[in-house]
Protein backbone atom coordinates (compact mmCIF):
# COMPACT_ATOMS: atom_id res chain seq x y z
CA UNK A 1 0.00 0.00 0.00
CA UNK A 2 1.38 3.64 -1.16
CA UNK A 3 2.54 5.43 2.22
CA UNK A 4 -0.15 8.19 1.14
CA UNK A 5 -3.21 5.81 1.30
CA UNK A 6 -2.31 4.13 4.26
CA UNK A 7 -2.30 7.31 5.35
CA UNK A 8 -5.64 8.22 4.43
CA UNK A 9 -7.13 5.41 6.20
CA UNK A 10 -5.35 5.81 9.11
CA UNK A 11 -6.97 9.14 9.30
CA UNK A 12 -10.04 8.15 8.39
CA UNK A 13 -10.26 5.76 11.39
CA UNK A 14 -10.53 7.62 13.88
CA UNK A 15 -13.32 9.72 12.78
CA UNK A 16 -15.25 6.27 12.34
CA UNK A 17 -14.64 5.51 16.40
CA UNK A 18 -16.35 9.07 17.58
CA UNK A 19 -19.41 7.80 16.58
CA UNK A 20 -21.11 5.49 19.78
CA UNK A 21 -24.02 3.40 19.92
CA UNK A 22 -26.40 6.00 21.99
CA UNK A 23 -29.83 4.22 23.74
CA UNK A 24 -32.69 6.41 24.53
CA UNK A 25 -35.86 5.78 25.91
CA UNK A 26 -38.87 7.51 25.00
CA UNK A 27 -41.90 7.51 27.01
CA UNK A 28 -45.39 7.55 24.91
CA UNK A 29 -48.25 7.98 26.60
CA UNK A 30 -50.60 7.98 23.65
CA UNK A 31 -49.96 4.41 23.11
CA UNK A 32 -54.01 3.36 23.77
CA UNK A 33 -54.20 -0.26 21.62
CA UNK A 34 -51.88 -3.33 21.25
CA UNK A 35 -50.94 -2.91 17.91
CA UNK A 36 -49.68 0.99 18.34
CA UNK A 37 -45.97 -0.54 19.14
CA UNK A 38 -46.31 -2.26 15.08
CA UNK A 39 -46.46 1.52 14.00
CA UNK A 40 -44.16 3.07 16.48
CA UNK A 41 -41.54 0.84 15.33
CA UNK A 42 -42.05 0.81 11.99
CA UNK A 43 -41.68 4.80 12.04
CA UNK A 44 -37.97 4.46 14.12
CA UNK A 45 -37.02 1.72 12.00
CA UNK A 46 -37.01 4.25 9.22
CA UNK A 47 -34.64 6.81 10.94
CA UNK A 48 -30.80 6.32 9.38
CA UNK A 49 -28.57 5.37 12.46
CA UNK A 50 -31.27 2.86 14.04
CA UNK A 51 -30.28 -0.27 14.84
CA UNK A 52 -32.90 -1.81 17.29
CA UNK A 53 -35.94 -1.05 18.71
CA UNK A 54 -37.71 -2.47 21.63
CA UNK A 55 -41.44 -0.54 22.20
CA UNK A 56 -43.56 -2.08 25.27
CA UNK A 57 -47.41 -1.24 25.01
CA UNK A 58 -47.43 -1.44 28.79
CA UNK A 59 -44.97 0.53 29.58
CA UNK A 60 -45.95 2.81 26.89
CA UNK A 61 -41.96 3.21 25.74
CA UNK A 62 -39.94 2.86 23.06
CA UNK A 63 -35.77 2.00 23.47
CA UNK A 64 -33.92 2.69 20.62
CA UNK A 65 -30.31 1.98 19.70
CA UNK A 66 -28.73 4.40 17.36
CA UNK A 67 -25.88 5.83 15.51
CA UNK A 68 -25.37 9.53 17.23
CA UNK A 69 -23.51 10.30 14.00
CA UNK A 70 -26.58 9.46 11.66
CA UNK A 71 -29.94 10.62 14.13
CA UNK A 72 -30.45 12.39 16.98
CA UNK A 73 -32.84 12.20 19.63
CA UNK A 74 -34.67 14.85 17.90
CA UNK A 75 -35.09 12.52 14.76
CA UNK A 76 -36.50 9.68 16.91
CA UNK A 77 -39.08 12.22 18.34
CA UNK A 78 -40.04 13.23 15.52
CA UNK A 79 -40.33 10.08 13.76
CA UNK A 80 -42.87 8.95 16.60
CA UNK A 81 -44.92 12.43 16.41
CA UNK A 82 -44.63 12.21 12.70
CA UNK A 83 -46.48 8.62 13.25
CA UNK A 84 -49.05 10.05 15.47
CA UNK A 85 -47.47 9.13 19.13
CA UNK A 86 -45.47 11.93 20.20
CA UNK A 87 -42.43 10.91 22.75
CA UNK A 88 -40.58 12.18 25.36
CA UNK A 89 -37.36 11.45 26.33
CA UNK A 90 -37.44 9.25 29.43
CA UNK A 91 -33.87 7.87 29.91
CA UNK A 92 -30.43 8.02 27.72
CA UNK A 93 -27.32 6.22 28.38
CA UNK A 94 -24.28 6.48 26.18
Same mark, same amino acid.
Request: net charge positive.
Given at each position: ???? $????? $?????? $? ?10 ? *???? +?????? *?? *? @??? $????? %? ?13 ? *? ?9 ? +?? @? ?8 ? %? ?7
Amino acid at each position: MKPT $LLLAA $LLAVPA $LALAKPQTVSLN *IPTM +DCATCP *IT *I @KAA $LNKVP %GVSKVKVSYERREAV *IVFDDAKASVD +DL @KKATADAGYP %GMIKTAAR
